[in-house]
């Protein structure tokens, strides 16, 4: 038996509740991660003896000597950890991984940057970056990363192209193998299309795809952030408002008021979604992924740096924020565009990316051929009853979303993390028990206001 740490959240075989996956954060901030770290899993799942144990994102030191005892290899899929606010994490790895034994690989990684960086840009973390990358290539061959920019900047670190680092691209794209099918499509005014979008955008790319949204009735909005999945399920608080605007942010939005909104828990229900679309846009990278990956015709709009690199190694359909005024058409651009540029380089890619496997001796599925006869994955996900994609708060009848009030909060004070008791008799202890009272009295409060919350946003939109 193979026992495998990963850093993850959830597995494809765990069925967490909304409430809880936003509890634990099960998504790490963005459901995009599930993706990649599901392409991982079903790679390197060869067969019933091995098994894959979430690290829910948490890093301590202090494990060291237990995960030395307890598993065979520690593997780290990353999407852009080379950045400022990852650092405190990145730190944290490095002093783990130093104190490993085990094999630690780094199955993609890659740098935050500006959409056109410049070869000898320095960032503050380089020091981090350097640190953690010396640990990681003590515990294996080498690390895979997204793309050319982040392989330029480890080379300007010091690190070696094709001994040191490899560019692999992201391991979302070869879920189902060396092969990529997209799908002809006939797009009309009509079809059932998928939108995604990032707040982060600028104003010319949101006025965009919400101009082109209304091109289609039939469309879904797929969000993908945290803050998303809790305002999908209760109703609020409200995505903050951005100077841009254009962003679906609130529960009157008509995306989520008109029941437009599919908020996906798994990755195999969002797979399935996807394949029914005829087209799908927006300026999310793992959300146009999913999509390529589905055999769905998508065109995505890169805005930065680490969208640029992946877009350019998997050659993915794309239009380039800069290219967008007010007078681009959408169905100008899918007229233009070649929906199966990604499905040519695919194979190349694919073989480059079993490379890096074998050379850090990573055992996979296709170790015999690219088409296994069993991929045990797909096997166990069989028996397993898969979370539904999550519809909005507005679509609830009110006893539903009463029920979602109630056990969120039911959880969230589960979860509150309680306070040191003081010595017994002292001024501290005295203060604490009245600010208990304060909370507790709070607590009964903020209950009875989420289902008057609750009954309002019913009201609002309650089914007739």
């Known amino acids: 038996m193979k026992k495998y740490l990963i850093r993850s959240g959830i597995t494809p075989f765990q069925t967490f509740s909304p409430a809880e996956m936003i509890v634990n954060n099960s998504i790490g901030g963005n459901v995009g991660n599930l993706i990649y770290a599901y392409s991982v899993y079903r790679t390197l799942m060869t067969d019933e003896n091995v098994e894959f144990v979430p690290d829910y994102y948490k890093i301590n030191p202090k494990d060291a000597d237990y995960i030395n005892e307890t598993y065979d290899a520690y593997l780290i899929p990353l999407a852009d950890a080379f950045r400022k606010d990852f650092v405190p994490t990145l730190r944290r790895y490095t002093q783990l991984i130093n104190k490993l034994k085990i094999p630690v690989y780094v199955i993609g990684v890659g740098l935050r940057t500006t959409f056109d960086p410049k070869p000898d840009d320095e960032f503050e973390f380089d020091e981090d970056v350097k640190a953690f990358v010396k640990a990681v290539l003590k515990r294996s061959p080498m690390i895979g990363v997204r793309g050319q920019i982040t392989a330029d900047y480890l080379t300007r670190l010091g690190f070696k192209d094709g001994v040191d680092h490899m560019a692999i691209g992201c391991p979302s794209m070869y879920t189902?193998?060396?092969?990529?099918?997209?799908?002809?499509?006939?797009?009309?005014?009509?079809?059932?299309?998928?939108?995604?979008?990032?707040r982060l955008s600028p104003k010319n790319v949101l006025d965009f795809i919400t101009r082109s949204m209304d091109e289609f009735p039939n469309h879904y909005f797929i969000p993908q952030w945290l803050k998303e999945l809790r305002l999908t399920y209760i109703g609020y608080p409200e995505i903050p408002k951005i100077e841009n605007g254009n962003y679906p942010g609130k529960i009157t939005d008509p995306v989520y008021a008109n029941n437009r909104v599919r908020y996906f828990l798994n990755v195999p229900t969002w797979l399935e979604f996807l394949q029914q679309a005829d087209f799908a846009f927006g300026a999310r990278l793992h959300g146009n992924i999913t999509s390529t990956i589905a055999g769905t015709p998508s065109l995505m709009i890169p805005k930065d740096g680490r969208m640029r690199e992946l877009t350019e190694y998997h050659h993915l359909t794309h239009v380039w924020a800069k290219d967008i005024d007010d007078n681009t058409n959408i169905w100008d651009l899918i007229e233009k565009v070649d929906f199966h540029e990604a499905s040519k380089y695919q194979?190349?890619?694919?073989?480059?990316?079993?490379?890096?496997?074998?050379?850090?001796?990573?055992?996979?599925?296709?170790?015999?051929?690219?088409?296994?006869?069993?991929?045990?994955?797909?096997?166990?996900?069989?028996?397993?009853?898969?979370?539904?994609?999550?519809?909005?708060?507005?679509?609830?009848?009110?006893?539903?979303?009463?029920?979602?009030?109630?056990?969120?909060?039911?959880?969230?004070?589960?979860?509150?993390?309680?306070?040191?008791?003081?010595?017994?008799?002292?001024?501290?202890?005295?203060?604490?028990?009245?600010?208990?009272?304060?909370i507790k009295h709070l607590q009964g409060t903020l209950n009875r206001k989420s289902v008057r919350t609750a009954l309002k946003i019913a009201n609002m939109f309650a089914k007739k």
């Open 347 to 438: 194979g190349e890619n694919f073989d480059r990316y079993i490379d890096f496997l074998n050379l850090s001796k990573i055992d996979h599925i296709y170790k015999n051929g690219n088409e296994p006869t069993r991929i045990p994955l797909d096997e166990k996900l069989a028996g397993v009853d898969l979370q539904p994609p999550l519809e909005p708060i507005t679509s609830c009848t009110i006893p539903e979303a009463v029920k979602r009030f109630e056990t969120l909060s039911e959880l969230e004070n589960k979860n509150a993390p309680k306070a040191k008791a003081p010595s017994s008799g002292s001024a501290e202890k005295r203060r604490l028990e009245e600010k208990e009272k304060q």
């Open 176 to 198: 189902f193998g060396r092969e990529l099918k997209i799908r002809e499509t006939n797009i009309t005014p009509e079809s059932m299309v998928a939108v995604n979008s990032s």
